[in-house]
């Protein structure tokens, strides 16, 4: 298996005005000075360019929270992977539950987005995930498999391992209930397998990430499962001073 590096990601949702983007960072980049897991912070539109300026000469790395898959057109309201691109982004979650749920973000849709991201030099973070109801029912594997393989289905073999992928399961985001270690684990070896019946090369290579409810006080036990490659956070990533533990406890 080849040595794969933590990615840490910072899901600041709808929060961080411009002012508030530059007060995170002032105190948060010298925390993240030390070579270690990959740090990437994701703020809303407005604040994009202000904190890739700001990351400039850090390690740290600065992906937006959606984008249209096409390059340009009649979308109102949409962003595009080259104006990302343009702004010195790197990365773009897609996929968020909060977007499937609320916006109506679907699995066909991701499969345009997923690999236009690549395809214009963006990394993509994939969200995937099951709601409570359908743990409940014993659906998650299936829910699970549906979402990688529809979502990644235009993404040819040899790029699948440039996809980072967090296993956010619904029930866990925002509610303070974290999935436990073997539940986190279970899930995302089972994304694995899915990846390595298409290329096992992708699957030693691709990160998958866990998120939900991630906090500096079980962020090293969800690391420290073989196939957990990182966390997407959440509320936890708003505070500078919280976000920094959680990348100390990876390395
Ligand atoms: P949370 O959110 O850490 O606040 O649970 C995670 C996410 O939605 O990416």
Redesign the pocket.
């Given at each position: 298996m080849p040595e794969r590096t933590p990615q840490l990601a910072a899901?600041w949702?709808m929060h961080k005005t411009i002012e508030e983007t530059e007060a995170f960072l002032a105190e948060f980049l010298p925390r993240a000075e030390e070579p270690g897991p990959e740090v990437v912070v994701c703020p809303p539109f407005p604040s994009l360019k202000t904190a890739v300026e700001l990351c400039l000469q850090s390690r740290v790395r600065v992906a937006a929270q959606n984008m249209h898959e096409e390059a340009e057109g009649a979308f109102t309201g949409e962003v595009s992977a080259p104006m990302l691109l343009e702004l010195g982004v790197r990365g773009v979650?897609l996929g968020?539950?909060?977007r499937r749920q609320y916006c109506d973000e679907s699995d066909e849709a991701l499969a345009r987005k997923v690999p236009a991201a690549l395809e214009a030099g963006l990394e993509p973070i994939l969200?995937v995930g099951e709601s409570e109801g359908q743990r409940d029912a014993g659906e998650t594997e299936g829910i699970l498999t549906r979402q990688i393989e529809v979502d990644l289905a235009n993404v040819a073999d040899e790029r699948l391992g440039q996809v980072v992928i967090?296993y956010?399961p619904i029930w866990?985001?925002?509610?303070?209930r974290t999935a436990t270690t073997d539940q986190a684990q279970e899930a995302i070896a089972l994304i694995r397998r899915l990846i390595e019946a298409r290329s096992s090369e992708a699957a030693g290579a691709i990160r998958i990430l866990y998120?939900?409810?991630?906090?500096p006080g079980n962020a090293g036990e969800l690391i420290a499962q073989p196939d957990v490659d990182g966390a997407?956070?959440?509320?936890?990533?708003l505070d500078p001073a919280d976000f920094a533990a959680i990348v100390d406890a990876a390395r």
């Open positions: 899901n949702k979650i968020h539950s909060e969200c967090a956010e866990a985001i925002g509610t303070g998120g939900g409810s991630v906090k997407l956070v959440g509320g936890a990533s």
